[in-house]
């Protein structure tokens, strides 16, 4: 069911199932751009014996609001600290997937925190800079220029059908189907490389990748595996962006072994 709490005038909504007390080991489930945290139901339905678990929809996802202005990735992972400060957790395990394994790769790079990561959970996650091919900067280079010329006024108004029809086909499906605020926001993440940043994650780090993801290729992830100290990689084959959904039964034995492992 459904709950709202406010953070700093964000109106978010979020829900907390598994187990109850304050004494209760938390694990925070950090969402995939445009999704709503339900569903991630299942991952939390699988460690709710476990831990108190707690999922929510970030500004501008699912049932939260908006925010007035486009965020970068680092307003987010403020955003993060701000809602556990208001839930009173001092300590979490942190659960991402794509654009939440951005936020928490931010998180855990800072130098100071007002909460403490146990460990960190990366599902097909985002943070790594593609590498574009020839085909691709020569298409980004048209796009530009295109771009630029339709933007001016008086060419504008001589084909006001034609250009609206280019623009409405520009992006990728999740760039068209978001409001003008969200698509300056995720132009910020998507330009931003978090590669330097991984080697300061300190934190026991499980990496979970589908090897036909081709939103967040495997490349990406033995990247992350390289780079991060105490990190480790289990690839689920056959399976694309959205692993733990694809194969859920591997995926929850991954996860059922490694939260045995004692750090």
Same mark, same amino acid.
């Given at each position: 069911?459904?709950?709202?709490?406010?953070?700093?005038?964000?109106?978010?909504?979020?829900?907390?199932?598994?187990?109850?007390?304050?004494?209760?080991?938390?694990?925070?489930?950090?969402?995939?751009?445009?999704?709503?945290?339900?569903?991630?139901?299942?991952?939390? +339905?699988?460690?709710?014996?476990?831990?108190?678990?707690?999922?929510?929809?970030?500004?501008?996802?699912?049932?939260?609001?908006?925010? !007035?202005?486009?965020?970068?990735?680092?307003?987010?992972?403020?955003?993060?600290?701000?809602? $556990?400060?208001?839930?009173?957790? +001092?300590?979490?395990?942190?659960?991402?997937?794509?654009?939440?394994?951005?936020?928490?790769? &931010? $998180?855990?790079?800072?130098?100071?925190?007002?909460?403490?990561?146990?460990?960190?959970?990366?599902?097909?996650?985002?943070?790594?800079?593609?590498?574009?091919?020839?085909?691709?900067?020569? &298409?980004? *280079?048209?796009?530009?220029?295109?771009?630029?010329?339709?933007?001016?006024?008086?060419?504008?108004? $001589?084909?006001?059908?034609?250009?609206?029809?280019?623009?409405?086909?520009?992006?990728?499906?999740?760039?068209? %189907?978001?409001?003008? #605020?969200?698509?300056?926001?995720?132009?910020?993440?998507?330009?931003?490389?978090? #590669?330097?940043?991984?080697?300061?994650?300190?934190?026991?780090?499980?990496?979970?990748?589908?090897?036909?993801?081709?939103?967040?290729?495997?490349? !990406?992830?033995?990247?992350?595996?390289?780079?991060?100290?105490? %990190?480790?990689?289990?690839?689920?084959?056959?399976?694309?962006?959205?692993?733990?959904?694809?194969?859920?039964?591997?995926?929850?034995?991954?996860?059922?072994?490694?939260?045995? *492992?004692?750090?």
């Amino acid at each position: 069911m459904n709950e709202y709490i406010d953070i700093k005038g964000q109106k978010t909504a979020y829900c907390i199932s598994g187990l109850e007390g304050d004494s209760a080991p938390v694990a925070l489930i950090l969402q995939g751009w445009g999704t709503g945290y339900t569903l991630y139901d299942s991952i939390a +339905k699988l460690i709710g014996d476990r831990f108190k678990v707690v999922q929510f929809d970030m500004p501008g996802f699912g049932l939260s609001d908006e925010p !007035d202005t486009p965020w970068d990735v680092e307003r987010y992972a403020d955003f993060v600290c701000d809602l $556990l400060a208001e839930l009173n957790i +001092k300590s979490a395990m942190l659960i991402g997937h794509s654009y939440g394994g951005r936020v928490i790769i &931010r $998180l855990a790079s800072r130098d100071h925190l007002p909460f403490e990561i146990s460990r960190i959970i990366l599902i097909d996650s985002a943070g790594i800079l593609p590498v574009r091919t020839r085909a691709q900067l020569r &298409r980004q *280079k048209k796009y530009k220029i295109l771009k630029k010329l339709f933007d001016n006024k008086f060419i504008y108004f $001589l084909f006001p059908e034609i250009i609206d029809d280019w623009k409405s086909k520009q992006g990728s499906a999740d760039y068209r %189907s978001a409001s003008p #605020t969200m698509r300056v926001t995720m132009v910020k993440a998507v330009n931003e490389d978090l #590669t330097e940043l991984l080697p300061k994650i300190t934190q026991d780090t499980l990496l979970i990748w589908g090897d036909q993801d081709t939103a967040t290729p495997i490349r !990406d992830a033995h990247i992350m595996e390289e780079k991060i100290p105490n %990190s480790g990689l289990a690839i689920i084959p056959g399976t694309g962006h959205f692993s733990y959904a694809e194969n859920p039964e591997l995926f929850a034995n991954i996860i059922n072994a490694y939260l045995i *492992k004692e750090i």
